[in-house]
């Protein structure tokens, strides 16, 4: 009686180890998908807002029209986030002064960690996720290889038992086993892919927020200072003034300018 071949025939003779593995790669598919699709979505979401605030950041007259529009942004855009923390930390900076340790070291100091601090934020927001498509990327081909060796050896054993060691017996059960090594491949080469160009998109993504940043640190030191005097005259209404936390780590835009 010849023995059914197939994928079918494969599932149906898998062991605990080989579900296992497969339940593994079928897993890391799905999330690394899921990563994919969301932030390809939210990539293309973010340049559109993106375009549009700059093209209306560039074409008003002043930073204190950009101040008051702020409220009329739609969410989650980065370009218009690194604005609004620029000119509220200027204008904290001025009604503080230096009584902060935040504040310490003037304006320019005080401008340049919050800026800093909002493209490391941003940085950290597009990486999310990046972790998980790299892993499935690169163990994928892995998992998918020890679920094919496991598989010869439970097929070799059963062949070997069996006693008819003919080509045509041993062909069936290896070339089933090679299912897996297929499906490693199928798993890791979209996440591959998709790595490679996220890694690209958000190294230009956070390359135009700094030069935003370094033409928004330029505005408001030297260019429109009066626009900070009246952010400073609406926060001291405000019962609670916003504040903002200096990053660990940055580099000084100030000497750029």
């Known amino acids: 009686m010849e023995q059914g071949l197939g994928f079918s025939n494969f599932l149906a003779q898998i062991d605990g180890v080989g579900i296992s593995v497969l339940v593994l790669l079928i897993s890391l598919s799905i999330a690394s998908w899921y990563l994919i699709i969301t932030k390809s979505i939210s990539n293309f979401i973010a340049k559109k807002r993106a375009t549009a605030f700059l093209k209306h950041f560039w074409s008003v007259e002043s930073l204190d029209v950009v101040r008051k529009s702020f409220n009329n942004t739609p969410p989650n855009n980065a370009f218009a986030e690194l604005a609004k923390l620029g000119i509220e930390a200027a204008a904290d900076s001025k009604m503080h002064d230096s009584q902060k340790l935040a504040a310490a070291g003037g304006t320019s100091e005080f401008l340049t960690r919050a800026l800093r601090n909002g493209i490391d934020q941003e940085a950290a927001r597009v990486e999310n996720g990046l972790t998980l498509i790299a892993s499935a990327g690169s163990a994928a081909p892995y998992i998918g290889l020890f679920g094919t060796v496991w598989g010869i050896y439970h097929a070799l054993i059963q062949i070997g038992l069996s006693g008819q060691g003919t080509l045509d017996k041993v062909a069936g059960p290896v070339g089933e086993a090679l299912i ?68 660990t780590t940055y580099s000084t835009l100030k000497e750029r300018a």
Do not use: C, E
């Open 180 to 247: 897996m090594t297929a499906l490693g491949l199928a798993v890791a080469i979209p996440a591959v892919l998709a790595y490679n160009a996220f890694v690209r998109r958000n190294r230009i993504w956070l390359a135009r927020l700094d030069a935003f940043a370094h033409d928004l640190f330029v505005l408001i030191t030297i260019g429109d200072s009066s626009s900070i005097d009246s952010a400073v005259s609406l926060k001291q209404t405000s019962p609670m003034p916003r504040t903002i936390a200096p990053a």
